[in-house]
T-cell receptor, first 113, second 114 residues
Framework: KNQVEQSPQSLIILEGKNCTLQ??????????LRWYKQDTGRGPVSLTI?????NTKSNGRYTATLDADTKQSSLHITASQLSDSASYIC????????????FGKGTHLIIQP | DARVTQTPRHKVTEMGQEVTMRCQPI?????VFWYRQTMMQGLELLAY????????DSGMPKDRFSAEMPDATLATLKIQPSEPRDSAVYFC????????????FGPGTRLTVT
C-alpha cells in the first residue's frame, strides 16, 4: 500500500531560526513529490514540485530536497517568520490518474516570536 | 487573481439532513477534485471530474454521497442523509488541462453534523 509519512507531527521554533521537515514515502511507481503549505482555515497552496530527476527545488526561503533512492524528501525553511506558521503537507504522485496521489498527514509548524 | 471559490464556508446541520456544497473552479481548468480533511485522516480524495465527466469516485461513500458537475463552472457535493462522522472540512480543487498534479485548492467548507 502506498504511504507517505511525515515527521515531526508538530514543531515549535523561535522566529528567525531554521527548521527541516521530513517526508518518507513508499509510493510506487514514483512520478513526483509536492510540498504544500496550509494556513489555518485555508486550502493548501503548492510550494514546490519535484520529479524523479530533480533533487532540490527552492521557493524563496523554502528549499525542498528529494532522494529518490531512499524515498525521502525534506523541506528546509530558512530564517523562519511568523507567517510560516502553518501545516506542511507532502504529496507523492505515482504517475497514474489523480487517484494516484498519496497525501501525508502534515507537520504542524508554529513560529514563536 | 483567479481562485477556486466554495460555498458555504461553514455549515452546521443536524444528523439526517441533506447538505449541498458548491464549488466554482478556476476558469479554463477542466479537472475538478473533491477532498475531505480531518485531523485523523488528513486529506482524502473523494472524487474527481475531467471535462465534467466523473473519472473516479471510489473514495466516496456511495450510499450517501454524490458529486456532479452540472456545467463547467459549477461542481456540487451532496450528502444525504448526513451523519456526525461526516463532520470535516471539504475542499474543492481544480487543475488546468494536462496538469492534474498542479491543483489549486479552494478555501474549503467546514461541515459540522450534530
Amino acid at each position: 500500500k502506498n504511504q507517505v509519512e511525515q515527521s515531526p507531527q508538530s514543531l515549535i521554533i523561535l522566529e528567525g531560526k531554521n527548521c527541516t521537515l521530513q517526508c518518507n514515502y513508499t509510493v510506487s511507481p514514483f512520478s513526483n513529490l509536492r510540498w504544500y503549505k496550509q494556513d489555518t482555515g485555508r486550502g493548501p497552496v503548492s510550494l514546490t514540485i519535484m520529479t524523479f530527476s530533480e533533487n532540490t527545488k527552492s521557493n524563496g526561503r523554502y528549499t525542498a530536497t528529494l532522494d529518490a533512492d531512499t524515498k525521502q524528501s525534506s523541506l528546509h525553511i530558512t530564517a523562519s517568520q511568523l507567517s510560516d506558521s502553518a501545516s506542511y503537507i507532502c504529496v507523492v504522485g505515482s504517475g497514474g490518474g489523480a487517484d494516484g496521489l498519496t497525501f501525508g498527514k502534515g507537520t504542524h509548524l508554529i513560529i514563536q516570536p | 487573481d483567479a481562485r477556486v471559490t466554495q460555498t458555504p464556508r461553514h455549515k452546521v446541520t443536524e444528523m439526517g439532513q441533506e447538505v449541498t456544497m458548491r464549488c466554482q473552479p478556476i476558469l479554463g481548468h477542466n479537472t475538478v477534485f473533491w477532498y475531505r480533511q480531518t485531523m485523523m485522516q488528513g486529506l482524502e480524495l473523494l472524487a474527481y471530474f475531467r471535462n465534467r465527466a466523473p473519472l473516479d469516485d471510489s473514495g466516496m461513500p456511495k450510499d450517501r454521497f454524490s458529486a456532479e458537475m452540472p456545467d463547467a463552472t459549477l461542481a456540487t457535493l451532496k450528502i444525504q442523509p448526513s451523519e456526525p462522522r461526516d463532520s470535516a472540512v471539504y475542499f474543492c480543487a481544480s487543475a488546468k488541462p494536462g496538469s492534474y498534479y498542479e491543483q489549486y485548492f479552494g478555501p474549503g467548507t467546514r461541515l459540522t453534523v450534530t
